[in-house]
């Protein structure tokens, strides 16, 4: 008896899931953001940025830097160190910039019972010489991620912006129409 009361506290909210992904009003295919042009994706554009930010961190103390990155350099990048990761679960990422935000979209595979698209929305700013990104709106199709999800996201995502910021004070931030501008100050 106990494993059929699991293994209907399993197969139930799958039922209901997928229902709800395949129904006639397809509730986790939602409205997705879609950028205003095609980012394509280049391993030749993620490998210019990764060397202007390599140089921008190598700089003497006190050099001033500035770091601009477009829609689809910041793309190709995340997209090909997510393609050196066995077993990652985001493909198809696209990441842009506009009315002074950043949006991201993709598909999680593997993660839930289905594939579904997923899109994110956040804005940055700098504080104490970092920059700080924080999640306004995430959701996986049509299905908002609670709050306390987007906390633990931004936590996250402010983690690993702290750990690539090495030896570096942040001094401006500025989010444009296709890019972003870092200004700042090597230590």
């Excluded at 006190?62 to 793309?75: A, H, K, P, S």
């Excluded at 959701?139 to 931004?154: E, F, M, Q, R």
Aim: with cysteine.
């Amino acid at each position: 008896m106990r494993e059929r009361s699991t293994l209907f506290r399993f197969i139930i909210p799958m039922v209901v899931l997928l229902g709800l992904a395949c129904s006639p009003c397809g509730l986790l295919s939602g409205t997705i953001p879609t950028p205003p042009h095609a980012i394509a994706v280049s391993t030749e554009a993620a490998g210019q940025l990764e060397s202007r930010i390599e140089q921008s961190l190598r700089g003497q103390p006190g050099q001033q830097f500035i770091l601009r990155m477009g829609d689809d350099e910041v793309t190709s990048l995340v997209a090909t160190k997510l393609a050196e990761y066995e077993g990652y679960i985001v493909t198809d990422p696209q990441i842009w910039f506009t009315r002074g935000k950043i949006y991201g979209t993709g598909k999680l595979v593997g993660f839930l019972p289905i594939d579904t698209e997923f899109f994110i929305i956040a804005v940055a700013r700098v504080q104490d010489g970092k920059v700080v990104v924080e999640m306004e709106k995430a959701s996986t199709g049509s299905l908002p991620l609670p709050t306390a999800a987007l906390d633990t996201i931004s936590q996250s995502i402010n983690q690993t912006v702290e750990e690539s910021q090495l030896d570096v004070e942040v001094t401006g931030l500025e989010i444009l129409e296709g890019e972003i501008i870092i200004r700042g100050t090597t230590k």
